[in-house]
């Protein structure tokens, strides 16, 4: 018989989500109600309200295909980034990012072509090019997790079939991030052939100064790519609805490999809603900027070493592999997120939570560590 899969899938390994709280209750016997996840970056306070009055809604219209077109959505786009004179074809929305990420990969990647990455960063962008067949290129990160633009920039003179580098700012899993200086350096050395993907699915958590412009740097540089998302400020992934910004042809040139309905109804009306909730993002920003102290000097008191962030989440380590410790901690109720998967055994990713979250993690961190 003929192979079942293309020999590129041998070895690919598939993405690791964070344990769902219901499938920890059942394994450990746990109430739900009892138990902390810090594992997925999502949004301590829960959905928009606004949001989440736009699928109810929206309900009675399920048997209905989605707007493939995203028209509405992409009109509350428009006005909301009204200042940069935002078109329809500027954009092209999605289930998550991550969808826009894997189309991109087969629409604009020739078979022989591949993409550079600094790491560890979100590990998507490889195991997606990796289930294309497609190479990826790692230029490792300064050991404190900050980007060196020079390291790049020989990666991509020593091979020419680099077509398309990621830059996640802020970084996922290590918090990094670079500014608008660094930013514009970087474009100014890339080649005009080389796409640029800025993704920028924490950007509304950054509080420091001299924030890059993805969004003048997608519209003004042909070959730049703009991923945001509704997952994490807006508290929408269960809805999975995320969204890219570029030029026109660079747009269409996705949209021609995009399935017709990858945009769903709820998550349609659900983003569009949520950009007018302006109240619940600024206390969504609020209490990660009021949270993430108290896990930099929680994870202090036991010995462990974080890093600065501008996201919702620290990368902590705790100066042992973490992988005995993960189910420890999922027998107390806490769900952090292993990083051996991106080379850092000794690590775990937890994001921010509320009081009550935080009391249970120093509770677990009592008795595991």
């Not at 970056?41 to 309900?59: C, D, F, R, T, W």
């Not at 990094?176 to 699915?201: K, N, Y």
């Not at 950009?275 to 010995?303: C, M, N, T, W, Y």
Request: glycine content about 6%; some cysteine; overall charge negative.
């Amino acid at each position: 018989m003929r192979p079942l899969a293309p020999p590129w899938y041998e070895g690919l390994p598939p993405y690791p989500p964070g344990k769902p709280i219901e499938e920890t209750a059942r394994e450990y016997n746990l109430d739900p109600s009892t138990i902390a996840k810090l594992a997925s970056n999502e949004n301590s306070l829960g959905p928009s309200p606004l949001a989440v009055q736009a699928i109810q809604g929206a309900l009675n219209d399920l048997h209905l295909y989605p707007d493939g077109s995203a028209y509405y959505l992409k009109e509350a786009l428009c006005e909301h980034y009204s200042a940069y004179g935002l078109k329809h074809s500027n954009l092209i929305t999605a289930n998550g990012s991550n969808d826009i990420i894997d189309l991109m990969m087969k629409s604009l990647l020739m078979p022989d072509e591949k993409i550079a990455v600094w790491t560890p960063t979100f590990i998507i962008y490889k195991l997606c090019s990796w289930s294309h067949g497609r190479q990826t290129v790692e230029v490792p990160m300064e050991r404190d997790f900050t980007y060196q633009i020079e390291p790049m920039l020989e990666a991509l003179k020593a091979d020419p079939s680099i077509k398309a580098v990621f830059l996640a700012n802020p970084n996922n899993p290590t918090g990094s991030w670079v500014g608008a200086r660094w930013v514009a350096e970087l474009v100014a050395q890339l080649p005009e052939d080389v796409i640029f993907i800025l993704d920028e699915a924490y950007k509304e958590f950054v509080t420091a100064e001299d924030q890059a412009d993805g969004l003048a740097l997608a519209l003004g540089r042909p070959r730049t790519l703009l991923l945001r998302t509704f997952s994490k400020a807006y508290g929408l992934a269960g809805v999975r609805v995320g969204y890219g910004i570029s030029s026109p042809d660079l747009i269409a040139a996705i949209n021609q490999s995009r399935p017709p309905f990858n945009c769903n109804t709820l998550g349609q009306v659900a983003g569009a809603a949520a950009l007018k909730d302006v109240e619940f993002l600024e206390r969504s920003r609020a209490l990660v900027e009021r949270q993430i102290p108290d896990l930099h000097e929680g994870f202090a008191r036991f010995g462990c070493s974080t890093w600065s962030s501008q996201t919702n989440f620290v990368l902590v380590d705790f100066k042992q592999p973490f992988e005995p410790l993960y189910s420890k901690f999922l027998a107390e109720g806490v769900i952090l997120r292993p990083m051996s998967g991106y080379g850092l055994p000794n690590c775990a990713r937890v994001n921010i939570g509320t009081d009550e979250e935080h009391a249970r993690l120093w509770a677990a961190c009592e008795k595991v560590l």
